[in-house]
């Protein structure tokens, strides 16, 4: 193979693959229909002409037929009238008429074969122009579908999945701190309210303790012998001291608050 053959097998490889690729597989299937349709169109014409010049084929036929017919006649009766030259010039017109009526029936015939032949593939034409129209909707429909499909991949493609989960697993993350630290929240609210009934519980054991003590230091304080006293002394020593006084001020002022 040479090099100019080469070259040319690539431009035309390549020319039909830039023709395929731009191929519309819906207008390829209209304009095909719209072939059928001028095809069809061209078709009725030759079935009409082919119909009409079986017509006057026909016509003619039937006109070489019946003057055939009638020199027949005419010969019959020149001889019924005796006269035999008259009768032969007759029966030379009818041969001639009956040649061209024969003739006539033979292409009769055959344009009679033609125009059935042409009658039945205009019917073919018409049905295969209906089933391509049929075939061109459903074509159509299956196209828009797959195009349907294909925007769809193209967009689930776009769509970054992984991407798309890291976002609610953060947000999730998120979400499920917020509920820890309201739980954290409520237990150290809890805990603060226990806390501060276990200093008031604490606080009055140490309160009872300071009483004990206060008593503790007043008695060791007090003399030993009350008898030794001199009388006004003893009925002051009945009498309860100040910081006595105090104390029990204080321990009622402690129960009217517990109250």
Known sequence: MGLLDRIGMVARSNLNALVTASEDPEKILEQTIIDMQEDLVQLRQAVAQSMAALKRQEQQHNQAQSQANEWERRAMLALQKGDENLAREALARKKTHADSAAVLKTALDSQTGQVDTLKRNLITLEGKISEAKTKKEMLKARLQSAKAQE??????????????????????????MAEAKAG?????????LESQFAQLESGSGVDDELMALKAKMLSAAAPPQAAALPPSDRSSANQPSVGQAIDAELEALRRQMGS
Do not use: H, I
């Open 151 to 176: 925007n769809l991949n193209n967009m689930l493609g776009k769509v970054n999945t992984n991407s798309a989960s890291a976002t609610f697993e953060r947000m999730e993350e998120r979400v499920l």
């Open 184 to 192: 954290a929240s409520a237990e150290l609210g809890m805990d603060n």
